[in-house]
């Protein structure tokens, strides 16, 4: 894979960490495309260690964090911004770290990408939550811009050491 | 410590110290955990034999596994030995656990099937050296419970009128429920906090989910809460839920469902419906919410099921499923999933609000200053109670009366040093 696309991504990526991390949330949300799906999965542990890691997490017709389109994830923008939701009153301070950029696969249209991420949120006086894991987006270039038409976020905890997921991962 | 003087009904009045004291959370894990009928897992989680989930009770951790005969069965998750876990997996199918230390391993009944080096103990009588089991377990319409105390009544005794309303969610069709899940997630707030919410707070979804509603995300519909005509129902034991009340006009298994396509599904069903659940239960009261005492909460309306687990006076671990009907279509089960996922889990849009509400509640019970001043229950509207064949004790939507049959029932179960003073005492 040639290594111009992986920057061009991985610019794209730190924009959309920036804007995130400065709770521009209705142009983060302008970052999906409309038939946009929004996954992640929860996970268990396992009796027996599993060839395939994606057996220890929870698949279609089980439970999620999130399974949003991109109507369900503007619903979830739209609140922060409304006067009563304490979740994020005060808003929580993030801090995007987004590495190990791989582009697995590129049909001239979407291009399958995964990188993983240490979100640290700290929100009032110390609270303090990180949450770490991986994500698997598929891409897709709209007229000159790029898109991500679908993202599975896959966090490493089973259980979530953290009273809330009231940012976007 | 005079665990009654800390509830004052009359005053409607409650001592901060309840949700924060150490000396009563020990006395919680030791006379309420280890006593009470607890919520282990649901039947559709261990559908075939060797299934199991690992659960907790209280603090206790516990194999819930259904035996290689078919019968479900439930063990503290220790080895007999040392004390080891034997199973460090959430859940997944096995004949036999084998202890990772020096390699007990038992069967599914529980038993102490293999000792390596037996020879080298002396008189090793592996009949007395098997799992510690649960005193007993029995499941109601898929829900498995069980307790550490004997002497505990049946669990349909232990459930009483709560069993009438839990069928409106748990029996609406043929085949009952399945459920997904769980999420699991850390709360620095005592588990009371939320098993009061649960049981019938109703006052606080204008304030604390505000948000949600105004974007049309709800766990009813608006003509619902508009006509606001609804009750708190006291079910004896400390089983607590609130409830809608059918307008005539409107009257159906329908009724307050918070997404269209749901309405129309139960309206579809709603001969199954009314004919397994019968007139009053399908047509004239839609519970939203109720906590089956101690830690087991419910939300009818948007399909959760979820268990407090203590951890200790200020934090506890909560975990929730979403629960559906079997028999709907994958499409309408999916609908329910959402429903109640992305209003109840970590990332749910009324759940997320709720977390700093009850960690601020448990900081104030730590506050030396704070816990000079009681807390108010005195919420009491008097209405009259709706003549329409309810079971339990009616109260006003507007009410602290749940809350307050919820703390009788707990200070009663910390006093009382057997189950017969509890049942003496019952009201």
Known sequence: MDSGLRQTIEDF????????????????????????????????????????????????????YFNDTKQTLKIRVERVYSKQAWAEIPPSRTRRLISNVRVKKDDGTEIEVHSNFLVYRTRMEKDEDIFVGTRKDILRRVDSAMKIARRTIVLDQAVLAAKNISIFL | MEIKSLVDPEGGLINRRIFADRE????????????????????????????????????????LWRDLNGKARAFLNMCRHRGNRVCRADRGNAKVFTCSYHGWTYSSDGKLAIVPRAEAFRDLDRDKWGLIPVAQLDSYKGLIFATFDPEAPALLEYLGDMAWYLDILLDRREGGTEVSGPHRWIVDANWKTAAENFGGDGYHIASTHGSARDLGVDTTTSETRISAKGHQISCGN?????????PPEDAGPWFAQPVTELADYMKKHAGEIEKRLGEVRARKVSPSAGTVFPNLSVHWL?????????????????????????????????????????????????????MDNWIQVTGAARSVIGRRYPANYQMSLSEPASEIGLRGRLSSRWSDSNQLSLYLHWAKVLEAKNWGEIRSSAA
Request: proline share 8%; aromatic share 12%; net charge negative.
């Open chain 1, 13 to 64: 990526l730190y924009l959309e960490a920036e804007l995130l991390d400065e709770r521009r949330l209705r142009e983060w949300l302008e970052l999906f495309t409309d038939d946009a799906r929004y996954w992640a999965p929860i996970r268990h542990n396992p009796l027996e260690r599993p060839d395939d890691l994606t057996e220890e997490l929870s698949k279609p017709g089980d439970s999620y």
């Open chain 2, 24 to 63: 009563i959370y020990e006395l919680e894990r030791e006379r309420l955990f280890a006593r009470c009928w607890l919520y282990l897992g649901h039947e559709s989680e261990i559908p075939k034999p060797g299934d199991f989930a690992t659960a907790y009770m209280g603090e206790e951790p516990v194999i």
């Open chain 2, 238 to 246: 400390g089983h607590i839920l609130v409830a809608w009340v059918t």
């Open chain 2, 302 to 354: 948007t399909r959760t099921i979820r268990v407090w687990h203590p951890r200790g006076p200020d934090k506890m671990e909560i975990w929730s499923w979403a629960i559906v009907d079997k028999a709907a279509p994958p499409e309408i089960k999916e609908i329910m999933r959402f429903t109640s996922q992305y209003r109840f889990s970590p990332t749910g849009v009324f759940e997320q609000d709720d």
